[in-house]
């Protein structure tokens, strides 16, 4: 079986090399770029022969960060699969990556079982997310049935207000772009968590970038 071939996106050398040390280590992987900025990677990368299928990303990097590098790779290399791996739980900084491209997100403080899970999930089937709170898997309906049921089931006001939360707007923002009230907001807010069956925001961004809606 051929392994799957990553690449390590990190400032830090003593993260990147402890990275690479790791995952090394498993049989299923092979290491083939180590780089400490964005901006070197995507040079190295047009040098390179043999290309990663899966980057580790780091977020905040000199030069180029993660998210500048992601939407790069994005549309430069669309077969390429980006799991941002950071210490960022930030809601804003977490839907800008998504929408960026990164195809899962992961805490730097989780266990080498959940990294290896989500690269092997990413490299089979395009998606890995989790819950950065109880890194429970977060469950998006994918069967073409279920879509079309959410999406009649969407009024119009609600699929505004989920374009908007693709965006860096505060709830109290889109409630003062959509004219209402922010106990209003709240209750679309409620209404398209039940309807989409996701608990956080990023959610919402997921269903939106799904169905290209953001």
Do not use: W
Request: charged share 30%; with cysteine.
């Amino acid at each position: 079986m051929e392994r799957i071939k990553i690449a390590i996106v990190d400032d830090h050398k003593l993260v990147s090399k402890a990275l690479e040390n790791m995952i090394s280590f498993n049989p299923d992987f092979e290491v083939v770029m180590n780089c400490f900025n964005g901006e070197d990677f995507l040079k190295e990368l047009e040098q390179q022969k043999i290309l990663p299928e899966v980057v580790l990303m780091d977020i905040n990097m000199p030069k180029k960060n993660g998210i500048e590098t992601t939407a790069e790779l994005t549309e430069k290399y669309p077969d390429l699969k980006v799991i941002a791996l950071t210490m960022e739980d930030n809601e804003t900084t977490i839907i800008n990556m998504l929408k960026a491209g990164a195809k899962g997100y992961l805490l730097k403080d989780m266990s080498p079982d959940i990294l290896f899970s989500a690269i092997n999930i990413v490299h089979q089937k395009g998606i890995f997310y989790t819950d950065i709170v109880t890194q429970s898997l977060l469950k998006i309906k994918t069967e073409e049935k279920a879509t079309i049921e959410i999406n009649k089931s969407l009024k119009d006001r609600e699929l505004e207000f989920i374009k908007l939360a693709c965006s860096e707007l505060t709830y109290k923002e889109i409630a003062e772009k959509m004219c209402l009230s922010p106990r209003t907001i709240d209750g679309y807010r409620d209404s398209v968590f039940a309807k989409l069956n996701v608990k956080t925001r990023v959610g919402i961004v997921l269903f939106a970038i799904k169905h290209e809606m953001c």
